[in-house]
């Protein structure tokens, strides 16, 4: 016998929510201090005094007093148990009606197809089947969408699972843009709080870079206040003095090397003065840079969390001017590296176009990750008539757009 409460306990919520095979960190309780913007409320189901079913649900005022619901990677339950599937829906409805909402918007983490690139791409053998209980109880499935402004969350993207995470088996470029950060002195230093300034201002710079709005210093701080033990951050940074010293000594040994060389020494000496230009303007980069920031400049950095398994890599930036050390390459192999020993299995990068075809995936595929394509949105229609209505001016809306 199924039983339908209100206000589930956050911790037993997130307990349930850990262990289950749909486990995301958007629908752990403390993201509802993330968006504080929203209104929310812990729903589930109970089977003989067991919860069986969970859902945090954001609630999003609308004109005239009405609502729309969104539980976001939710909500968490069987979906091949179309009983629990269909009671869950039918309070979530009833639910919906005390908050006057137009609809239940939910893009469950329901796996379509996982592939590494160059794979054939295989359609789970169960997803067809959650999809039909879905719609079969009452759901209007927004389809099999490819780009990533089509949906509210990304219906793929890259995931690193711990088994694949193995520095040996990356390939031969990899290895060496990771040697190239390590050799040229770029160091990663792991911290919380502390880092969100230093943080926001690469995310600036990424966002200049970009010419896309990302988020401020107070978006951070909030992710780690709402995350005290599972949030971090990871800066990439550069000793110039450090760096400028050892090139300055280059250029001593240089001077000294051609000084030393015989007049047939053509090519070598074609080389060694080749060699000068290049550290000349080096030396003098370092030395400007060291005059503007002082001794160390960060050049890179992530923000992560920890949620059950599961990681979320959130946020990542990097000073463009610093691009040839490979600050990057390090900088996200070290925060995976953290995620998988703070007991996640795995990492996600982030989202994907569907094409597959972005610079995105080319960064991210170095590290072995496999390719997620979830199902996508779901519509539960609370007021039937009003949500027609609104779906219809959001997709004229999009359009104009």
């Known amino acids: 016998m199924y039983e339908f409460k209100i206000n589930i306990d956050?911790?037993?919520?997130?307990a349930f929510v850990k262990t289950s095979p749909y486990a995301n960190l958007l629908q752990s309780s403390a993201w509802a201090k993330v968006k504080d913007n929203w209104g929310h409320v812990i729903v589930g189901v109970y089977e003989d005094g067991?919860?069986?079913?969970?859902?945090?649900?954001?609630?999003?005022?609308?004109?005239?007093?009405?609502?729309?619901?969104?539980?976001?990677?939710?909500?968490?339950?069987?979906?091949?148990?179309?009983?629990?599937?269909?009671?869950?829906?039918?309070?979530?409805?009833k639910y919906g009606k005390t908050k006057k909402a137009l609809f239940l918007k939910m893009d469950p983490t329901i796996h379509y197809r996982d592939f590494h690139v160059g794979e054939d791409q295989v359609i789970?053998?169960?997803?067809?089947?959650?999809i039909q209980t879905l719609i079969s109880c009452g759901?209007?499935?927004?389809?099999?969408?490819?780009?990533?402004?089509?949906?509210?969350?990304?219906?793929?993207?890259?995931?690193?699972?711990?088994?694949?995470?193995?520095?040996?088996?990356?390939?031969?470029k990899t290895r060496?843009?990771?040697?190239?950060?390590?050799?040229?002195?770029?160091?990663?230093?792991?911290?919380?709080?502390e880092f969100i300034p230093e943080?926001?201002?690469?995310?600036e710079k990424t966002s200049e870079r970009k010419h896309i709005a990302l988020r401020q210093k107070e978006y951070f701080e909030k992710l780690l206040n709402a995350y005290p033990e599972d949030a971090f951050i990871m800066l990439a940074e550069l000793n110039l003095k450090e760096l400028?010293?050892?090139?300055?000594?280059?250029?001593?040994?240089?001077?000294?090397?051609?000084?030393?060389?015989?007049?047939?020494?053509?090519?070598?000496?074609?080389?060694?003065e080749e060699l000068r230009t290049s550290l000349i303007r080096e030396v003098n980069e370092l030395e400007e840079k060291m005059n503007q920031f002082g001794d160390t400049v960060v050049i890179a950095g992530t923000l992560s969390i920890v949620f059950g398994k599961t990681s979320e890599i959130l946020y990542a930036g990097m000073d463009e001017s610093y691009k040839r050390y490979m600050p990057a390459y390090l900088t996200w192999f070290e925060t995976i590296k953290e995620c998988f020993n703070r007991g996640a299995e795995t990492s996600n990068m982030g989202g994907l176009e569907g094409t597959l075809n972005d610079g995105l995936l080319q960064f991210k595929n170095n590290f072995l990750p496999t390719i997620e394509e979830f199902a996508?949105?779901?519509?539960?229609?609370?007021?039937?008539?009003?949500?027609?209505?609104?779906?219809?001016?959001?997709?004229?809306r999009k359009k104009k757009h």
């Open 10 to 14: 956050e911790q037993a919520h997130d």
């Open 50 to 93: 067991k919860l069986v079913a969970s859902a945090l649900v954001l609630i999003k005022t609308l004109p005239l007093g009405l609502t729309m619901l969104y539980t976001p990677r939710g909500a968490i339950m069987d979906y091949l148990n179309r009983p629990l599937v269909h009671f869950f829906m039918e309070n979530l409805k």
């Open 124 to 130: 789970n053998g169960e997803a067809e089947k959650k």
């Open 139 to 172: 759901a209007k499935w927004q389809g099999l969408t490819m780009a990533m402004d089509e949906t509210i969350q990304p219906r793929f993207q890259a995931n690193v699972y711990k088994e694949d995470f193995d520095e040996e088996s990356f390939t031969k």
């Open 176 to 193: 060496q843009m990771l040697r190239t950060a390590r050799n040229k002195g770029v160091k990663v230093r792991l911290g919380g709080k």
């Open 199 to 203: 943080f926001a201002q690469i995310m």
């Open 244 to 272: 400028f010293e050892a090139t300055k000594k280059r250029y001593d040994d240089n001077e000294t090397a051609l000084a030393k060389l015989k007049e047939n020494q053509v090519k070598k000496r074609h080389n060694l």
């Open 376 to 396: 996508g949105e779901f519509d539960l229609p609370i007021n039937k008539l009003l949500f027609s209505m609104s779906e219809y001016f959001y997709k004229l």
